[in-house]
């Protein structure tokens, strides 16, 4: 949600894993090793990163999952409320539809007999 000012858990973890890594890249690379220790120290911090991204992706992937499984059974939910209307709806249409036919017959008749007393 970026534009509440509010961020995800998976990129909270994420920034702070990176910036981590950031951190001990610079501070390996600043520190007084030998060329070998520092690329040593570089391909495990590598391999952190590497991981932790990976875990990181995949707890993404499964809230991922988990809200769009969320997000069919509401639209279901919805689907069912709304035809549950329509088809009430119908059935209301059809009864005032047969209460306007009954009225006009019953008129008609009315007038007819009308009619018929009169002439």
């Given at each position: 949600?970026?534009?509440?000012?509010?961020?995800?858990?998976?990129?909270?973890?994420?920034?702070?894993?990176?910036?981590?890594?950031?951190?001990?890249?610079?501070?390996?690379?600043?520190?007084?090793?030998?060329?070998?220790?520092?690329?040593?120290?570089?391909?495990?911090?590598a391999?952190?990163?590497?991981?932790?991204?990976?875990?990181?992706?995949?707890?993404?992937?499964?809230?991922?999952?988990?809200?769009?499984?969320?997000?069919?059974?509401?639209?279901?939910?919805?689907?069912?409320?709304?035809?549950?209307?329509?088809?009430?709806?119908?059935?209301?249409?059809?009864?005032?539809?047969?209460?306007?036919?009954?009225?006009?017959?019953?008129?008609?008749?009315?007038e007819?007999?009308?009619?018929?007393?009169?002439?």
């Open positions: 949600m970026c534009g509440t000012g509010r961020f995800s858990s998976g990129t909270v973890i994420l920034s702070f894993i990176l910036g981590g890594v950031a951190g001990a890249a610079v501070t390996a690379l600043l520190t007084p090793r030998s060329g070998p220790e520092t690329r040593e120290r570089l391909r495990e911090q391999y952190y990163v590497k991981g932790e991204a990976s875990r990181v992706a995949d707890e993404v992937r499964d809230k991922a999952s988990e809200l769009l499984e969320k997000s069919k059974e509401l639209v279901e939910e919805k689907k069912a409320i709304l035809e549950s209307a329509l088809e009430a709806g119908k059935e209301a249409m059809e009864r005032e539809k047969e209460k306007l036919l009954t009225k006009i017959k019953r008129e008609a008749s009315e007819a007999e009308e009619d018929y007393i009169a002439g």
